[in-house]
């Protein structure tokens, strides 16, 4: 077997190769098949985390909960990423651990069974052949790892749960309440330890007919926001103590992220994105487009998505309204109902 690039040691080669952006990774996986074997083993991953080496970030989308399109930071469509493993789900949470490693946790999905199972007589409008759907919720964690474009299995939360709070604060996963296969609401939330590999319980304050809208990261505490709630839920995992926080507004939050320390998030008991200043605690208005929107992030700033179009990003310094601009990236997605994540490779 030759070197890996004639007239230089491996070493060095390998971080050449790292210096390479990945959008071009397509036309050099093309030289030789040691190339291609190289950009695709985890050696690489090891590699690029050494001075010299370019970093980029890319917008990971999941269409339809079903698949993947990733994007560069123009906005250049790279590929897809493999499906996650399992069922079809909603009501999942997907985060990012380490800044480039994607979690795919829990969520809610269609188990079939048979009508003598169940004891059923008469047929319903959703019964397939002699069986019928019914409700379940996922424990099963997933974790895709861009260096070898595979997903492998995490350990199982405690409790299977969908539609939960999530975040991550100091490189610790939480998910907060959410629900159970019956639509029963969970009193408490889990803590996942990437570097054990283990779920924890743990208690969060009782709100009674709490509904989980987001959870987000700022100054190492999580903060956890519920639906119809104007009290935000404030941990330090430091102290292992919750906080009270009042935000003076009530929200019903169906998407939102956070840049730059903000939270920018659609009401939908008005046309406008709402932002939210944790620092300040305090609220603001940006007028959008109207229409449905789910939002993610790219190049610190805010995207929104509508349908299966990408409309706007929101660019500038996203500090005040007066500040705030609207373009259109020259993407279009191939599907429905947008969740974007943003990884680092």
């Known amino acids: ?5 004639p007239g230089l040691l491996d070493d060095v080669a390998e971080l050449c190769l790292t210096r390479i952006p990945r959008s071009e990774f397509r036309t050099i996986s093309q030289v030789c098949s040691r190339w291609r074997r190289f950009l695709m083993c985890k050696h690489y991953a090891a590699v690029l985390k050494m001075p010299g080496s370019v970093e980029e970030e890319f917008m990971c989308v999941l269409l339809d909960n079903m698949y993947w399109e990733v ?14 493993p399992g069922p079809f789900k909603c009501g999942y949470g997907l985060m990012v651990l380490d800044g480039r490693k994607i979690v795919f946790v829990g969520g809610k999905y269609k188990v079939r069974q048979s009508n003598e199972v169940r004891g059923l007589k008469v047929r319903r409008r959703f019964e397939v052949r002699d069986s019928v759907f019914t409700n379940a919720a996922s424990s099963n964690v997933y974790e895709f790892n861009p260096a070898t474009n595979r997903w492998r299995k995490l350990a199982d939360m405690n409790v299977p749960r969908h539609n939960f709070a999530y975040a991550v604060v100091d490189g610790l996963l939480y998910v907060i309440r959410g629900y159970s296969a019956d639509d029963v609401g969970i009193l408490n939330a889990e803590v996942y330890n990437p570097k054990t590999n283990k779920w924890s319980l743990m208690d969060c304050p ?21 639906n119809e709630s104007r009290f935000i839920d404030i941990y330090d995992h430091r102290t292992k103590i919750w906080e009270e ?8 939050v169906y998407s939102y992220t956070v840049v730059r320390n903000k939270v920018y998030f659609m009401n939908m008991d008005m046309a406008e994105m709402g932002v939210f200043d944790p620092e300040k605690n305090s609220w603001s208005l940006v ?3 109207r229409g449905l929107y789910r939002l993610g992030q790219c190049n610190n700033t805010v995207v929104l998505f509508k349908r299966i179009l990408l409309i706007n990003a929101i660019s500038g310094h996203l500090d005040k309204e007066d500040e705030v601009k609207l373009r259109d990236p020259p993407i279009v997605l191939s599907g429905f109902d947008a969740t974007s994540v943003l990884i680092k490779f």
């Not at 077997?1 to 690039?5: A, K, N």
């Open 1 to 5: 077997m030759g070197p890996l690039i």
């Open 71 to 84: 994007y560069d930071g123009l906005y250049n469509k790279l590929g897809q990423i493999p499906p996650v």
């Open 206 to 226: 009782h709100r009674p007919n709490f509904r989980p809208a987001f959870a987000f990261s700022f100054h190492s505490k999580l903060f956890v926001v519920g």
């Open 245 to 252: 926080l009042d935000s003076g507004q009530t929200l019903s």
């Open 287 to 289: 007028d959008v487009p």
